[in-house]
């Protein structure tokens, strides 16, 4: 007791005389160097300088030797000693005078390449050096307007801050955690995080080491194909290099290389990266993406990184992105830095350490203190940083105010035209945590030969039982009135989602309904309508049951769902009651209705979804699927049980799929789904429970993967004992079109794929189709021609997309 007593008066005392250097760092002009890298000389424990060169570091009492560096300038050694109370040390760094005396040009070739050959032979091996090791990393990520329109497609841009200048910072996070690695296995524990203005948020946790190392560089949203490498395997094919001279640092004779594409709107790297001599490893690099690299999101991209040895490995102490963007008139501008120190290069993992948990928020993760933050924040923060978190907290404050709450209710309440007409719109209730969400006009009004004009209400009632909790329940009315078959039709639909863990969802639904004849909904009500008033073709086939649903889903890890559901439908067949049209199309009359004799149907399903490996993100109180390399697999069975409820119906089906998306890096993106499936009873089957396919008779594409793009609806619906789907689509991202004249400036992309059904009698039915995508970075054209060899003739046709927003899903 009296040993722990003076070990911990030695702690306090030495707590109590621990002092604060900080400095600022500048060139020779003055000029302050943004996140240079301040590290006490032969350790990894030190801490980068924010945006405008200033540092901060908290230090035990001593005497150091700190060490100060920035790409492009020479290291700078000063000591301090540490003796309680506060120091400052500045540095000003000189530019790097590269060395070009000992420069040997041998048949006239630069010597750039020598070096480079020398590094892509050690490529691999460094890329798989370091195989086990734990680290601590500070990321901070901020994110700023330079400018922005007042309205965006019509909508008016309003960040409900008060602030109307259009330079502001729209994020700012910072987060502290522990990174862990064993032989490709890696897990992130989050041990702090917090955003600026929301107290509940968990900020951008998540650290990516961009690895040189590798052949192909992954940033999947600047560009699915990656970009390659400038010591790659291949990168002599790609890249020319210029040697700009040598430095020393630390014993070591460092080689700077000017590495540049050879050709334009290739996914390359523009920049310098500095090798060290004999060990051609890389200790630092500053490398540019622009538009024409094939990005699609960003305008620029600058990745800083500064890498220092730890006994006989380098690993990375710094790592900082700058981000800039600038669509549909918005500018924006950032900076990610992250910061790693105490590494742990022999970690002792417990057992079962590493699972399915590749990144976990701990409980109190985001409730600490504004205090504790300035005691571990290796960055210090900028002025309009400070303001930043001190303006949006006490917006977030002020924001839980029942009053301010229902202040900005009634600004974003106010009714939307053009939303109200086209998309609908939601209005909400902060503080009772409930919404409504009205349909569009043109959804609400529709018209088809069954019922002719209709009124379809359909409001979405929501409710949660935390502002921003999982938990929440749902309840939809109904109402539907048909002016010609002079039918009302109303249901109830309720929703009750759920889970700590794992998501799990309770719905219960019934009343009296009109269904179209494939439950699964293929024609959208608004398509319908302009159809059949402007083009004579009513695609929609409907009828009406009184029914009752129950169905339930229930997440259980591993990447596992399962669902049931039993429901009962007394259908009745309809037959159209008006044939009205804006226009007379010649050679055209409308088609009847699906007509069938009316019966009872109590149907159960069970179905489950698996996602072998799948990997999840773990937040206090939830998991997240976040997908794994292997496919998905699917498995139906759904059965007509006669006699139940007097049920006519007497049937089991069955389906079973697959799907998956395969990154082929720089060659693109190879997506398919495909399925089998059957009727193992049929002796009694009506027309609803058929096997329908998901058709297409309209310009605009339907769902791709799920769907074929010319079949005419309910034309190939049957019930056999076998039939098989196969879809399958190559984006190829940019590949060959980079090296296409127009294509690559307009950064348009090319894609291809294939449709087939085959049905147990042999009728076979396939689409092969080839089209642009990222037209305008949003829209997609294809161009498709279908073959069958029984039940419709070959035919050509376009379709168009707006891939997430316009893609024929139906309502």
Not at 275 to 304: C, G, P, Y
Not at 511 to 520: E, L, P, S, Y
Not at 751 to 762: A, D, E, P, Q
Request: net charge positive; charged share 20%; with cysteine.
């Amino acid at each position: 007791m009296r040993l722990f007593l003076v070990f911990l008066l030695l702690s306090l005392y030495q707590l109590a005389i621990a002092g604060k250097v900080t400095g600022l760092i500048t060139d020779s002009l003055n000029a302050p160097l943004p996140f240079s890298s301040v590290i006490i000389k032969g350790t990894t424990k030190g801490t980068s300088a924010n945006n405008i060169g200033v540092y901060s570091l908290t230090l035990p009492a001593g005497e150091y030797t700190l060490l100060c560096q920035h790409i492009g300038y020479k290291p700078a050694e000063l000591k301090v000693v540490v003796a309680g109370g506060d120091s400052r040390v500045d540095f000003k760094l000189a530019e790097q005078q590269y060395n070009l005396d000992a420069v040997t040009i041998k048949n006239g070739e630069d010597p750039a390449y020598a070096i480079i050959r020398n590094a892509i032979r050690k490529r691999s091996y460094y890329e798989n050096e370091l195989k086990r090791f734990q680290a601590d990393v500070y990321i901070k990520g901020q994110f700023s307007f330079r400018d922005y329109p007042n309205r965006i497609f019509g909508r008016p841009v309003d960040l409900e801050d008060g602030d109307t200048s259009k330079r502001k910072m729209i994020f700012l996070s910072e987060t502290l955690a522990r990174y862990s690695v064993d032989n490709k296995r890696s897990k992130v524990e989050v041990l702090s995080t917090r955003v600026s203005g929301d107290k509940d948020a968990f900020g951008f946790s998540n650290p990516q080491i961009i690895s040189f190392y590798a052949n192909n560089i992954n940033l999947v949203t600047l560009n699915p194909r990656g970009f390659i490498s400038p010591i790659a395997s291949s990168a002599l094919n790609y890249y020319n290099y210029h040697f700009e001279g040598t430095f020393f640092e630390s014993g070591k004779m460092i080689n700077r290389i000017k590495a540049s594409p050879k050709r334009k709107y290739e996914p390359l790297f523009n920049g310098y990266i500095n090798i060290i001599e004999d060990d051609w490893r890389i200790h630092s690099v500053d490398l540019f993406l622009f538009r024409e690299n094939q990005m699609q999101l960003a305008d620029t991209l600058k990745i800083e990184q500064v890498y220092i040895p730890v006994g006989n490995v380098w690993v990375i102490k710094q790592q900082t992105i700058y981000p800039s963007i600038d669509v549909l008139g918005v500018k924006a501008a950032g900076s990610f830095v992250q910061v790693y120190e105490n590494f742990n290069l022999d970690p002792a993992f417990s057992p079962g350490f590493f699972n399915n948990t590749i990144l976990k928020v701990y409980d109190s993760a985001n409730k600490k203190t504004a205090l504790y933050w300035d005691t571990i924040r290796p960055v210090p923060l900028l002025a309009e940083e400070q303001l930043d978190y001190k303006k949006k907290d006490s917006l977030e404050l002020a924001g839980q105010d029942p009053r301010y709450k229902d202040s900005l209710d009634r600004v974003r309440n106010k009714p939307n035209i053009v939303a109200l007409l086209t998309t609908g719109q939601t209005f909400s209730n902060s503080n009772r945590h409930t919404s409504v969400k009205v349909d569009a006009l043109a959804d609400v009004l529709n018209f088809n030969t069954v019922e002719g004009a209709v009124i379809n209400l359909s409001p979405v009632i929501t409710y949660r039982r935390r502002e921003n909790g999982r938990s929440s329940f749902s309840l939809t009315p109904n109402a539907r009135f048909g002016f010609s078959s002079k039918r009302f039709n109303a249901h109830l639909t309720g929703t009750y989602t759920f889970g700590k863990k794992y998501l799990s969802s309770v719905t219960l639904s019934g009343g009296r309904r009109i269904f179209q004849v494939d439950n699964t909904s293929p024609v959208a009500s608004r398509t319908n309508t302009f159809s059949t008033l402007l083009w004579e073709n009513n695609l929609i086939k409907l009828y009406e049951a009184r029914f009752g649903r129950l169905t339930v889903s229930k997440g259980l890890g591993d990447g596992l769902t399962i669902g049931a559901g039993f429901q009962f439908q007394d259908r009745v067949g309809l037959q159209n009651t008006t044939l009205h049209k804006w226009r007379d199309i010649k050679e055209r009359e409308f088609t009847p209705n699906l007509y069938f004799q009316n019966h009872q149907a109590a149907i159960a399903s069970v179905n489950l979804t698996w996602q072998p490996g799948a990997k999840y993100i773990e937040l206090p109180g939830s998991k997240i699927n976040v997908g794994s390399r292997f496919p998905t697999v699917s498995l139906s069975i759904v059965s007509g049980i006669k006699n139940v409820l007097e049920s006519d119906v007497d049937y089991t089906k069955w389906k079973a799929g697959i799907t998956d998306k395969l990154d082929i890096k720089l060659a693109g993106r190879f997506d398919y789904r495909i399925t089998a499936g059957g009727f193992l009873n049929r002796k009694q089957v009506f027309l609803p429970d058929y096997q329908h396919y998901f058709g297409n008779q309209t310009n605009t594409a339907a769902p791709y993967l799920n769907s074929f793009q010319l079949m005419p609806y309910y034309s190939f619906s049957n019930t056999e004992r076998f039939q098989a789907t196969a879809h399958v689509e190559y984006h190829l991202n940019g590949f060959l079109t980079n090296k296409i004249p127009v294509f690559k400036k307009l950064n348009w992309f090319l894609v291809s794929g294939n449709n087939t059904l085959y049905l147990n009698n042999r009728d076979v039915y396939t689409e092969v189709f080839a089209g642009l995508e990222n037209i305008f970075k949003v829209f997609r054209i294809d161009f498709v021609k279908s073959f069958s060899n029984s039940r419709v003739g070959a035919t050509t046709g376009l379709r168009f997309s707006l891939p997430g927003v316009l893609s024929g899903e139906a309502d």
